[in-house]
């Protein structure tokens, strides 16, 4: 440790970027060896939508090609994870038991998603500071108060970011500027809107990023109903590649 | 009627001549000092019914209470020490805990019941503790086990039930119970037998100051324990107050 420090004097990205090869010990991915790629959250007039492929790649082969990568935490709480997924596994697991406690304590409160962002950000950024990083790249949605829809991520940093629209992994480089594009300027989303975009940003997501496949589940979170539908299939139409020459 | 232990029952860790262990013994009449409460179990649910005896007016309303949640789909009664109570119920807590973090699936009731009969009765072997002065009731309802029910008496040995009792009405309880025919009923019928059972046995004279509560998990609650739910508690008490009006009828 001490030797790391004489020799990273004065050039603080090495601590910052949080490369494999920089931490001590066995090098290792920087995005985590069991990867789930792109989560993009939308929040709408009365609710939030979350989706997500369904795959979780180990290296270059497509692993794991069902897993439903959006979550449900409770009936008022839904979270898509992103990032090494063997982290989201384990913060999921730690929240679930956080619910049941809350659920044992019966005082009638109960874990709302902006107090759970919170948590998130704390454990993150905590993780970080210790150099142990988890590279989760969480969305968490869901209805504040019983009818505010409150849409958050939060990366592996522990930096959150409230917003209508919420992505990790690629969905952030590609659908996040298409639906900042379709934003209505005075006001929110209607479902159609949101539920049209999700379709229209996987299908984009599909195409571009080489580490998805086009199966993808949505949950929807709304004061009366969180639940994950799907599993949807990313349109798909390569009838482009005819005309593709000169490679 | 009770014996005395002369001698005999200064520790848990000493028999008398006649083998018993005062020390459980009198745990025991602590429990037989406390309200009732009652478990039984239907179809596909399980009720816990509690004689809250209001103590002091000046309570909160929810003072007290006898009941627990200990996981999604498993609750608690108690008969007995409330101090004591509130400690087994952690312990119950934590070994749910424990178990979902090692087989990431709930507990299942009979090997909760077991480590908390075990709990129980290790402080029944030592002269450095005293036994829980407890009555524990525990009650689970899932889609592969079904509706589920155990008592732990304060020696530590545990069983499972179709209906049990423990507190100051046990054996009047006990005997209304044995009139119906419990395993066939649906939730509604359980809820209203629960009610009409804690109402018949409360003690006119002594406690008529109590307060119903009941703990209810099964399939119509999609199981998840709830505590003193509005509308099925509701009809517990009216089924109660129905059932106790009708038999002052009849004793006139």
Known sequence: ?247 | MSTIGTGYDLSASQFSPDGRVFQIDYASKAVEKSGTVIGIRGKDCVVLAVEEIVVDKLYEVDAARRIFTIEKNIGMAIAGLMADGNFVADIARQEAANFRQQFERTIPLKHLCDRVAGYIHAYTLYSAVRPFGLSVIFASWDETDGPQLYKIEPSGTSFGYYACASGKAKQQAKTEMEKYKFADMSTDELVQSGGKIIYQVNDEVNNKDFRFEMGIVGRETNGVHFINHASWSQLAIEAGKAAKTADGDNEI
């Open chain 1, 1 to 247: 440790m001490a030797n790391d420090m004489l020799t990273s004097f004065g050039r603080p990205r090495r601590f910052y970027n949080l490369m494999s090869a920089d931490l001590p010990g066995t090098r290792f991915p920087a995005s985590g060896i069991t990867p789930g790629s792109s989560v993009l959250g939308i929040r709408f007039d009365g609710g939030i939508l979350v989706s997500a492929d369904t795959l979780v790649t180990y290296g270059n082969l497509a692993r794991y090609q069902n897993v439903d990568r959006v979550i449900k935490i409770s009936d008022s709480v839904l979270l898509g994870g992103g990032g090494d997924f063997a982290d989201i596994q384990s913060i999921v697991r730690t929240i679930d038991q956080k619910i049941i406690n809350d659920h044992c304590r019966d005082d009638g409160a109960s874990m709302k998603p902006m107090a759970l962002v919170n948590w998130l950000t704390r454990l993150l950024y905590g993780r970080r500071s210790l150099k142990q990083p988890l590279k989760a790249e969480i969305i968490v949605a869901g209805i504040e108060d019983g009818c505010r829809p409150y849409l958050s991520a939060v990366d592996a940093r522990g930096s959150p970011f409230e917003n209508y629209v919420a992505a990790s992994g690629f969905a952030r480089l590609i659908a996040v500027p298409l639906v900042r594009e379709r934003k209505p300027i005075d006001r929110d989303f209607s479902l159609k809107e949101a539920s049209t975009l999700i379709r229209d940003c996987m299908r984009i997501l599909y195409y571009r990023d080489t580490r998805s496949i086009a199966q993808y589940t949505v949950g929807i979170c709304t004061p009366d109903n969180c639940s994950i539908k799907g599993p949807f299939k990313a349109e798909e139409n390569w009838a482009i590649a005819d005309h593709v020459s000169g490679y």
